[in-house]
């Protein structure tokens, strides 16, 4: 049996981690890239989920170019305006009072960077709608403290999942990694998410 690459995952987000294991894939190490996440002008919410996606697979693949890189990044977009990752409790809250009442998209990019540089990437759409929260809801969530590094200011896998109406797509990607597309770029560069026995 031809032995898996070396694996390594380009983020520390523990959401990441949990959702390859829902796959079989532990990656071997953990590397974050730091590159700098400011939306460029005029950038759409959708190219810069793929942009981050890329450069932070770059970033992480000077460390060790024989290893295969695993990275991705997940921005909400309210037509063309990014919500990033609230700065503090006031921005959530108004993060939330833009989402009440109405349908975003979270765009997710991948990307898997392989020895000899090849780099495959995939951008991924959902589109959700929320509830119209009222001001208990939004300030229930903001003492939570669930919204702090999640883009959008909510995590749909916690206590906001009780304020979406609908969601079209994966849900895989809102949470931070859409497994059916990572399965494909992994066993595209030659790691399966299943390895024979």
């Known amino acids: 049996m031809k032995q898996r690459p070396r694996l390594v995952l380009a983020s520390q987000s523990p959401r990441r981690r949990e959702l390859l294991a829902h796959i079989g894939i532990v990656p ?13 002008p ?82 991924v759409e959902a589109r959700i709608k929320f509830k119209r929260l009222n001001a208990p809801e939004i300030e229930g969530y903001i003492n939570s403290g669930e919204w702090e590094g999640k883009a959008g200011a ?7 999942g009780v304020f979406v109406l609908s969601l079209n797509g994966s849900y895989s990607a809102v949470v931070g990694l859409p497994l059916y597309e990572t399965a494909a770029l992994l066993e595209g560069a030659g790691y399966p998410a299943f390895p024979a026995p």
Not at 103 to 109: D, E, K, M, Q
């Open 154 to 160: 909510y995590g749909i896998q916690g206590l906001a």
């Open 28 to 40: 071997d190490a953990i590397e974050a890239a730091d590159i700098d996440e400011t939306p460029k």
């Open 42 to 123: 005029n950038e759409t919410p959708r190219l810069l989920a793929l942009r981050l996606a890329q450069e932070k697979a770059y970033a992480a693949a000077k460390a060790n170019e024989s290893s295969l890189y695993l990275a991705a990044d997940t921005v909400v977009g309210v037509g063309r305006r990014i919500l990033g990752k609230p700065k503090n409790a006031d921005d959530a809250r108004a993060m939330l009072k833009l989402l009440s009442g109405r349908a975003h998209r979270v765009y997710t990019g991948i990307a898997v960077h392989q020895p000899g540089g090849t780099l495959t990437h995939r951008l």
